[in-house]
C-alpha cells in the first residue's frame, strides 16, 4: 500500500527527521532538507520518498500545497493573482451567516477542495465553529471580482464592529504609517459605550518623542476615509508584543482594554 500526505514544504522538513526515529539519516541529511526549504526541489522529494520506503518497507509518495491561511495581507489593494480554483481549490466570499455574497462585496473567504483541511483532530467544536456545511471558514477578509480573482482585506478577528459597521484595520494602519514620524502600526477595537468597539491605534515612532500621540491622532483622523474609522486615541509604545516568528500580537495589545468583560467581540 502506498501512504500519501499533502504537505507544506516547511512542515515537511520539520516533521520528516523525527518521523523516521532510530532509522534517521545523519544532521547533514537534514542541513541538506532544509537548505531546499522555502523552495523544495522535487527531486529531493523523490529520493526521500526512496529513503522512506527503504527503511520502513513500503512506498510512500508526498504532494506539495499552499498553505489555506490566506493571513498576513501587507496591502488591502493587493490581489492574489491566481484562480485557486485551477489547483483544485473552489473559493467563496461569505458573512457572517454563512450566506454567499456576490463579486465585490467583502465577507469571509471560504474554500472547499480535496487540499483543504477536514478540520480539527478529536475536536468536533472546534470542526464545527470553522465550517459553513463543507466550506472551511480561513478567517481571511477578502472579496472577489467578477473575473473570480480573489483580494485580500484583513483578518475577520481583526475587524472593528462600530455602531453596527465593519471598521478594517488595514484601512487605518495604511493611512497611519504613511507619516514620517511613523515605524509601526496597530489598531485594534476597544469598549465604547456608545458604540460598542471604537477603534485606537498603537504606534512605534522611528524616533522617541519625535511626535505627540494626540498630534499623530488629528492627523491620521484628518486623512481617514469615513468617520466610522476615526481613532478614539493613539497609544505610543517603545515595541510591540510579538509571537516567536516575529508577528504582532494584537490580542495582547487588546487584552487590558477587555479585561473583566463578558464579550471581546
Known amino acids: 500500500m502506498r501512504r500519501g500526505f499533502t504537505l507544506l514544504e516547511t512542515v515537511f522538513a520539520g516533521i520528516y527527521e523525527p518521523a523516521l526515529g532510530p532509522y534517521a539519516p545523519d544532521s547533514k541529511w537534514y542541513e541538506d532538507v532544509s537548505d531546499q526549504v522555502p523552495p523544495f526541489d522535487p527531486d529531493e522529494a523523490t529520493r526521500l520518498a526512496a529513503e522512506y520506503e527503504a527503511t520502513h518497507g513500503e512506498p510512500i509518495s508526498f504532494e506539495f500545497s499552499i498553505p489555506v491561511g490566506l493571513a498576513e495581507v501587507e496591502d488591502s489593494a493587493q490581489v492574489v493573482k491566481e484562480q485557486l480554483g485551477a489547483v483544485g481549490i473552489e473559493v467563496e466570499i461569505r458573512d457572517d451567516a454563512g450566506h454567499r455574497l456576490l463579486p465585490g462585496q467583502n465577507g469571509e473567504i471560504c474554500l472547499r477542495g480535496p ?14 465553529a470553522a465550517f459553513f456545511g463543507d466550506w472551511f471558514r480561513t478567517g481571511d477578509v477578502g472579496y472577489l471580482d467578477e473575473d473570480g480573482y480573489l483580494y485580500l482585506v484583513d483578518r475577520v478577528k481583526d475587524m472593528i464592529d462600530s455602531g453596527g459597521v465593519k471598521v478594517y484595520p488595514k484601512d487605518i494602519e495604511e493611512i497611519a504609517v504613511t507619516h514620517p514620524a511613523v515605524r509601526e502600526v496597530a489598531v485594534f477595537g476597544i469598549p465604547d459605550e456608545k458604540w460598542g468597539e471604537t477603534p485606537v491605534a498603537a504606534i512605534v515612532l522611528r524616533e522617541r518623542d519625535s511626535v505627540a500621540a494626540e498630534d499623530l491622532r488629528e492627523w491620521i483622523n484628518a486623512r481617514v476615509a469615513a468617520t466610522y474609522q476615526r481613532l478614539a486615541r493613539v497609544i505610543v509604545m517603545d515595541e510591540f508584543p510579538r509571537n516567536a516568528a516575529g508577528k504582532t500580537l494584537k490580542r495582547e495589545l487588546r487584552a487590558p482594554f477587555w479585561k473583566g468583560r463578558e464579550s471581546t467581540i
Do not use: H, S
Open 115 to 128: 487540499k483543504v483541511t477536514q478540520g480539527y483532530w478529536n475536536d468536533p467544536e472546534k470542526t464545527a
